[in-house]
């Protein structure tokens, strides 16, 4: 809580701000333009501070709008501003700040506690990754959107994001063959680094120094590729995905093609794939004549196998053709797809170049786009699954979070869901790697928690695990939050953290919070595919009733490893994950 000290004291800083702001143009606070709403928060002042409060209808409404989330640490002394692109951590009265954990001097600082947080505009308005534009002769202070980021994702088919503080609107042009230009209108470049390179996907921005001066990416595609636009996994974000262009050009030297099997099972048909290699394909389905049509470019096989004559199955009339599209080879499959339906693509585990067309009834199926495009990932673990480290949170020194309903600690929560699920894992032949197997520190107890931390990375890193899966109970100061939230942080958790959702929340009978990207310690410090999983609130009476049974504890342990099993094994393009539009 924050008391401007004295009548004279306001009074003097009053006089003060009007000088600053209005006689010399500067920026002023309780009048402020965003996305075309006008913001009159109440600014006091204390010292040559202005201050807005955290609570301030206004100051709610502009988080809102920037899309940004606030959320406090256990401790209540950490405030977490999460905005697209820019996570920031405050603490009250520090001259620092972390921002996508690299400290800096805080552009302001935040004042009181957690129920009244006082804190600079200047330091909100940052957090929120806007830029403020002084306004001339008193008007309102214009608040920018910020174009804060572009990265490409090292996959298969890289991805380019591109993420602002608003909704982005765009143009995109094609100038030329494999050039897609895309202008921003009204945001600023935020980034330092103009030029992204990741194998022959070039990005470069152009512009957007100065409010009004335009604002451009533009992306130079690998030869014959295309680029395909599709919403971001977040909101502001937007992903071009490349994709061989229109004739389906494969990249790279021509893949051979063993051998195809089709094999029915339990109601299901498989069409199954060996390929030498991993592979990339497209596929598209017609729901009127409900025709499937499969290519996969640069795939040869010397002699395609005969047609699948299969009249009352789910796939029917199924055909192989080997073409050519100006010089490269495709392998194409079209058959029939009986009504009730549906169909999706995995891979099998440790069989590399393996692609499986898999038809069951929908009912048992998520539906897929009508259209896609994928690629298979070619996991083969060596000697067994693969080797996944399991991270306990907490321990010894670090209780972690409590239960006051039913007096247990989170660090106890947490290894024996640990200890379950290295069982599981054991049983099912991966190799699996604790952080620690009893109530202790990593370290040692007391040890800083940047270095309890880091060790455990250093577990996970040292032997070159596959997968690290972190296990953590949440708590909040109010008591009301609850459910399961998966947290990823690097490009390559995401698809992990994806595959592990649908296994806890609902099914293990608490509520389902969903994905989180969040740049905790321990996953922007593996060097692998890494979650934080947050299973669920001991804070909260009902979830922590759920968590303190052994037998809830075994069917989270349980469920995790299905979803280790699952990711692994690459079930693919799930509806809405490939969701695609064309490029104009
Ligand atoms: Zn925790």
Redesign the pocket.
């Known amino acids: 809580m924050i008391v401007v000290s004295n009548r004279t004291g306001k009074i003097l800083a009053l006089l003060l701000w009007c000088l600053t702001s209005q006689a010399f143009g500067q920026t002023i606070y309780d009048r402020m333009i965003f996305q075309n709403q006008e913001l009159t928060p109440a600014v006091s002042q204390q010292g040559p501070r202005a201050l807005v409060n955290l609570q301030d209808p206004a100051v709610r409404r502009l988080i809102d709008l920037s899309s940004g989330r606030l959320r406090w640490s256990t401790t209540g002394q950490t405030l977490f501003v999460y905005a697209p692109g820019r996570e920031s951590f405050w603490t009250f009265n520090s001259p620092t700040v972390t921002v996508n954990g690299q400290d800096i001097t805080a552009p302001g600082r935040m004042f009181g506690d957690q129920t009244t947080t006082m804190i600079e505009p200047a330091a909100l308005i940052y957090a929120l990754c806007l830029r403020a534009v002084p306004s001339t002769a008193g008007g309102p202070t214009q608040l920018m959107p910020m174009l804060h980021s572009v990265s490409i994702s090292n996959e298969a088919y890289p991805t380019v994001t591109i993420r602002a503080s608003a909704p982005l609107t765009y143009t995109v042009e094609k100038p030329e063959a494999g050039l897609v230009v895309l202008k921003f209108t009204d945001l600023i470049w935020a980034g330092e680094e103009r030029n992204y390179v990741q194998g022959s996907l070039k990005a470069e921005v152009i512009g957007g120094s100065l409010p009004g001066e335009a604002l451009e990416v533009r992306l130079q595609l690998p030869p014959a590729w295309d680029g395909q636009l599709k919403p971001g996994t977040f909101k502001n974000e937007l992903a071009i995905t490349t994709v061989p262009s229109s004739q389906l050009v494969g990249a790279g030297p021509p893949v051979g093609l063993q051998r195809i099997d089709y094999r029915r099972a339990e109601g299901d048909d498989l069409v199954i794939f060996y390929a030498e290699e991993p592979v990339r394909f497209s596929w598209e389905f017609e729901p009127g004549t409900r025709q499937l049509v499969m290519e996969l470019p640069g795939v040869t096989m010397d002699t395609p196998p005969s047609p699948l004559e299969a009249p009352g199955n789910p796939l029917s009339a199924g055909r192989f053709e080997q073409l050519d599209a100006d010089g490269i080879p495709v392998l194409r499959f079209t058959g029939q797809v009986a009504p009730g339906y549906a169909f999706e693509f995995f891979e099998i585990e440790n069989a590399r170049g393996s692609l499986v067309l898999r038809l069951a009834p929908e009912t048992s199926l998520t539906r897929l786009d009508n259209k896609g495009t994928a690629a298979t990932r070619g996991y083969v673990a060596a000697g067994g699954r693969g080797v996944v480290v399991i991270d306990a ?2 321990g010894g020194g670090d209780p ?2 409590y239960s006051r309903h039913h007096g247990v600690y ?1 660090k106890d929560v ?1 290894l024996d869901i640990a200890r379950r699920l290295k069982t599981v894992l054991e049983r099912q032949g991966w190799k699996v790697l604790m952080t620690r197997e009893t109530d202790r520190d990593v370290t040692y107890a007391g040890s800083p928690d940047k270095m309890e931390l880091q060790a455990r990375c250093d577990v996970a890193n040292d032997i070159g695990a596959d997968l690290f899966i972190s296990i ?3 708590a909040s100061a109010s008591g009301q939050g609850n459910g399961t939230s998966i947290h990823w942080y690097k490009e390559e958790d995401y698809e992990f953290a994806r595959n592990l959702e649908p296994m806890l929340g609902e099914a293990i009978g608490v509520g389902n919070q969903g994905l989180r990207r969040d740049s905790f310690y321990v996953l922007r410090h593996t060097r692998m595919p890494a979650v934080l999983v ?1 299973t669920a609130y001991l804070s909260h009476p009902h979830d922590s009733s759920r968590l303190v049974q052994p037998q809830v504890r075994q069917l989270i342990a349980e469920r995790l490893a299905g979803g280790l099993v699952q990711y692994m094994s690459g079930r693919y393009a799930r509806a809405g994950n490939y969701r695609q539009q064309p490029m104009r």
């Open positions: 949170g907490h972690g979070c989170e947490t953590h109970c949440n947050e």
